[in-house]
């Protein structure tokens, strides 16, 4: 049995010993990894949108679903050998929605990557322009050359309040 740290079975999660509790367990497994493939798709399209804030909605599910998601394949790894005799049609069906929560996990995760090296580059360009020094203005001298000024403090923002 493989367990992630701080993660266990408790003892009233009974042990699959029924053709009829492998399928109710591969019927739960099938329908939660449905619901996260389409939560996941819906916050991949969020960001690809530009819509970063809207994502905090739908955070509480994703959380459910992915606990939900932990104990039963906890309960499905520990009892691999009789769901596997009780319920193998099922098992098919089973690893086709895990092969697409794993598409919908990358394209998530690609998703993400590109919105922070957007907010990487917005910021980089920001303080580029923020920390450009400004010179004065470029006027005629008395010889009738250009003359420019000595280089001007980076300009200060101001906030008007008053609107």
């Not at 099938?30 to 819906?42: H, I, K, N, Q």
């Not at 309960?75 to 596997?84: A, E, S």
């Not at 580059?121 to 322009?129: E, F, G, N, Q």
């Amino acid at each position: 049995m493989t367990q992630t740290p701080g993660m266990t079975l408790s003892a009233d999660i009974p042990r699959i010993e029924t053709a009829q509790a492998a399928k109710a367990l591969c019927a739960r497994l099938l329908e939660t990894t449905a619901e996260l493939v389409g939560l996941l798709d819906r916050e991949t399209a969020l960001l690809k949108q530009g819509k970063p804030r809207d994502i905090k909605s739908l955070y509480v599910r994703k959380s459910a679903l992915n606990a939900l998601l932990t104990r039963d394949t906890s309960v499905f790894r520990r009892d691999t050998d009789f769901i596997l005799m009780a319920a193998p049609d099922e098992i098919a069906a089973i690893k086709d929605q895990y092969a697409q929560l794993q598409k919908s996990l990358d394209a998530n995760q690609d998703a993400l990557v590109a919105m922070k090296a957007v907010s990487e580059s917005l910021l980089h360009t920001i303080a580029a322009k923020l920390g450009a020094r400004t010179s004065g203005p470029e006027v005629y001298g008395q010889d009738a050359d250009v003359s420019t000024a000595a280089p001007a403090r980076p300009a200060a923002i101001s906030v008007n309040t008053v609107l």
